[in-house]
């Protein structure tokens, strides 16, 4: 059973940044397929960032060249850097495996945007 950690989050004026982190740990875990997705109060679970197959990365258009993705294969770490952030990034983050999702979520790390 894979455990998913995130943490990271706070409260940030806009403009801001933060990264989040992303601690896995259990069996059949491949770090190299993980994404970060986000929740926002109302609105659908949504894929921000994610690895792609062949190497690439994935990002959503609403944070694409604002955010980046990467990991720590040795710490079975994945994080997300998150630059000029904007009121409407302001969700709860989580990560899982790129789509479909296969693991238990955890439980998330909220991020707030506002002056």
């Known amino acids: 059973q894979v455990q998913l950690v995130e943490s990271g989050g706070g409260l940030v004026p806009p403009g801001g940044s933060l990264r989040l982190s992303c601690a896995a740990s259990g069996s059949i875990f491949r770090i190299n397929a993980m994404g970060w997705y986000r929740q926002a109060p109302g609105k659908q679970r949504e894929l921000v960032a994610a690895?792609?197959?062949?190497?690439?990365?994935y990002y959503a258009d609403s944070v694409k060249g604002r955010f980046n993705i990467s990991r720590d294969n040795a710490k079975n770490t994945v994080y997300l850097q998150m630059n000029s952030l904007k009121p409407e990034d302001t969700a709860v983050y989580y990560c899982n495996g790129r789509p479909p999702p296969s693991y238990t979520w955890g439980q998330g790390t909220q991020v707030t945007v506002s002056s």
């Open positions: 690895f792609l197959s062949g190497g690439s990365t």
